[in-house]
């Protein structure tokens, strides 16, 4: 269920990018700059340093995380495609 209801925001998503997007571009040619992007890397580290650090709390067999995720990939992509 929970795949179906992201697969379904990430299909409506898609224009709201998409209008963001263009929204930027007319923002620099009109001179206006955003302030304090981060960069791919801090995003990338603080991830990885977020999951690492609550990964232990869910005891969790591999089998069931394989399940779930499969499960979710399963429900995204009907959420996706029924969307």
Same mark, same amino acid.
Do not use: E
């Given at each position: ?8 925001? +990430?299909?409506?998503?898609?224009? &709201? ?5 263009? +929204?930027?571009?007319? @923002? ?8 304090? $992007?981060?960069?791919? +890397? ?26 779930? $995720?499969?499960?979710?990939?399963? @429900?995204? &992509? ?6």
């Amino acid at each position: 269920m929970d795949g179906y209801i992201f697969g379904f925001i +990430a299909k409506k998503s898609v224009l &709201a990018v998409i209008l963001l997007l263009i +929204a930027l571009i007319i @923002g620099i040619f009109l001179g206006m700059v955003l302030i304090g $992007v981060p960069s791919l +890397a801090t995003i990338i580290s603080f991830t990885t340093h977020y999951l690492s650090n609550f990964a232990p709390i869910f005891h969790l067999g591999s089998n069931t995380v394989i399940l779930f $995720v499969l499960i979710f990939i399963i @429900g995204l &992509a009907l959420g996706i495609w029924k969307s």
